[in-house]
């Protein structure tokens, strides 16, 4: 599995979690969350395997101690993810990259 399949089938099953949450009262966030993390996906699928984002990710272990596997986020990047609401999809990985770099957006 390439770097791309792994870190856009992370954000597939995340969008799917969010769709299958029954909560009152959400006011819609979960759709929007499910609908940007899907938005995403199809952006991340559309990556070269050897672009700057992926590199980082892989740098920072999160496809494995080789850099290659599945994607695995540490528990901020995970965060991240799971909080997402809404956002064009390379903001997102913006967030993500300057959490890795430990540096605000």
């Known amino acids: 599995m390439s770097r791309t399949e792994s870190l856009a089938g992370y954000l597939r099953d995340q969008a799917r979690r969010k769709l299958d949450r029954v909560e009152i009262r959400d006011r819609g966030r979960n759709a929007r969350s499910a609908l940007a993390l899907l938005d995403a996906t199809v952006y991340v699928e559309s990556l070269a395997e050897d672009d700057p984002f992926l590199e980082i990710l892989g740098e920072a272990g999160c496809f494995g101690p080789q850099g290659f596997g ?34 605000p957006v």
């Open 70 to 103: 599945e994607f695995r986020p540490g528990e901020e990047i995970a965060r991240i993810i799971r909080f997402w609401e809404s956002g064009e999809p390379g903001r997102l990985l913006a967030e993500i990259t300057s959490a890795l770099q430990g540096s």
